[in-house]
């Protein structure tokens, strides 16, 4: 076990990972078509200006893309008191009678959610809030109150035998980012969602993915390059600023990964050729390869991978990506699984050595953020290089910004 990695983490001084953004560089609407965007490629320190339309020119024919297929829900609802305070309720985590996000949005007649509640101040614990909707032609009475105040555990429930999900669309509004600074438009709801997007649940895009067109698609098959899905529930805590003076400070959030045995079977079909389409699926495949490792040592079948949980073990102790894959398909087999739900907090940042990823197709993100950290784990200290080529450039940032198409640094 190495002896030394707690040490070279500490090391890590976040305000290393900041980089100048002005504020008319963040990209504040899509381009119209999604695929027209910039696509910077890096790969071995060489760096390239091209369009996404050309992504499929720099992909090896044996690739495998791998898409986060969570769909963005309108998570973020306003509720008037009598007294004339508005109160803003930001759906994040199920609590009751699940925490399992894809059936939590199924439930018919009440449920308790984690929340960010603006204007808490004026939202008492003995408060209930109450609106009106119209959901599938039906008049719902939906009511809020709390479900325990310290945690912001919130229970809604309503009058109507409707599935959550029916009102959850009618109530709310797509949560943008804050760093656009602009209300949610009608035009949201379509383009701060990817085109493959399926599994309701998550309140922020995997943003990778909305350059992403038919178009894009028909071309990577043509070349006989694979995709596979995978579901991670984006949170609010993608957003989270890195406060702490030391990456292994800082509180990592945690999220909801959902894995088929089809997928598994893709990845073990060619564990050299994958390359996941944003930091949420980046992260989702790593995490599972350290699920293999948990079930390879017997450690435990839990799905839960802690965020400092890779570095401690030097590379003689741990299975290679087939056999930790193999664990895992075993499993799933052993207990008829069709697929596999689980936690991840993992922290990549410098340092962490890559199990199943060789690259990464991502957008341009905020300074000094845990997924600046990411992208400098992937490509060294060519990050900055990177990010002053799509300064120079005139690339546009965040979000709704343009592309890049990484090669991980060997």
């Known amino acids: ?22 504020d008319e560089r963040i990209a504040r609407y899509p381009l119209d078509p999604r695929d027209s ?4 490629v890096y790969n071995q320190g060489n760096i390239q200006h091209q369009k996404f339309t050309d992504l499929v020119e720099n992909l090896p024919e044996n690739t495998l893309l791998v898409f986060n297929d969570t769909k963005v829900i309108p998570a973020r609802a306003y509720f008037q008191k009598e007294t004339g305070a508005t109160i803003e309720i930001l759906l994040l985590h199920p609590e009751l009678p699940t925490r399992i996000i894809n059936d939590a949005m199924l439930v018919r007649d009440f449920c308790v959610w984690e929340c960010m509640i603006g204007n808490k101040k004026r939202f008492k ?38 599935e959550f999900l029916d009102i959850v669309q009618a109530l709310g509004e797509i949560p943008l980012p804050p760093y656009l600074k602009r209300d949610t438009e009608e035009g949201d709801k ?4 990817t085109v493959y997007a399926r599994q309701n649940g998550a309140v922020a895009a995997p943003t990778a993915g909305l350059h992403f067109t038919e178009n894009v698609f028909s071309n990577l098959a043509k070349k ?21 003076n030391s990456v292994t400070e800082h509180k990592m959030h945690s999220e909801q990964v959902v894995y088929s045995r089809q997928l598994i079977d893709e990845l073990l079909k060619n564990t050299e050729s994958i390359v996941p389409v944003g930091t949420t699926s980046l992260r989702s495949l790593e995490s599972l390869y350290w699920y293999g490792v948990k079930l390879f040592r017997a450690e435990t079948t839990v799905f839960n991978i ?17 056999e930790s894959l193999t664990a895992i398909a075993n499993y799933m087999d052993s207990e008829k ?8 907090e993992i922290f990549i940042f410098p340092g962490y050595k890559f199990r199943l990823c060789k690259g990464l197709i ?19 200290e060519d990050w900055q290089r990177i990010y002053k080529e799509a300064m120079d450039n005139g690339y546009r940032f965040l979000s709704y910004g343009d592309s890049s198409l990484l090669w991980r640094g060997e």
């Not at 965007?37 to 910077?40: D, W």
């Not at 991502?362 to 490509?379: D, E, K, R």
């Open 1 to 22: 076990m190495e002896n030394n990695w707690l040490e070279r983490a500490e090391s890590i001084r976040i305000e290393s990972f900041n980089y100048d953004l002005p």
């Open 37 to 40: 965007s910039k696509l910077l």
């Open 125 to 162: 614990l003995t408060d209930t809030l109450s609106t009106d909707l119209m959901v599938n032609g039906l008049s719902v009475k939906l009511r809020v109150a709390y479900h325990d105040y310290e945690k912001n555990h919130v229970r809604l429930w309503w009058d109507q035998d409707i």
């Open 190 to 193: 379509q383009t701060y969602q």
């Open 224 to 244: 006989g390059i694979r995709r596979s899905f995978l579901t991670l529930h984006v949170g609010a805590g993608t957003f989270q600023p890195i406060k702490a």
């Open 306 to 322: 802690e965020k400092l949980y890779p570095y401690p073990f030097s590379p003689d102790e741990l299975p290679t990506a087939h």
């Open 337 to 344: 699984l069709d697929e596999i739900v689980g936690e991840t």
């Open 362 to 380: 991502t957008n341009y993100h905020q300074p000094g953020s845990t997924l600046i950290l990411l992208v400098a784990a992937l490509v060294g």
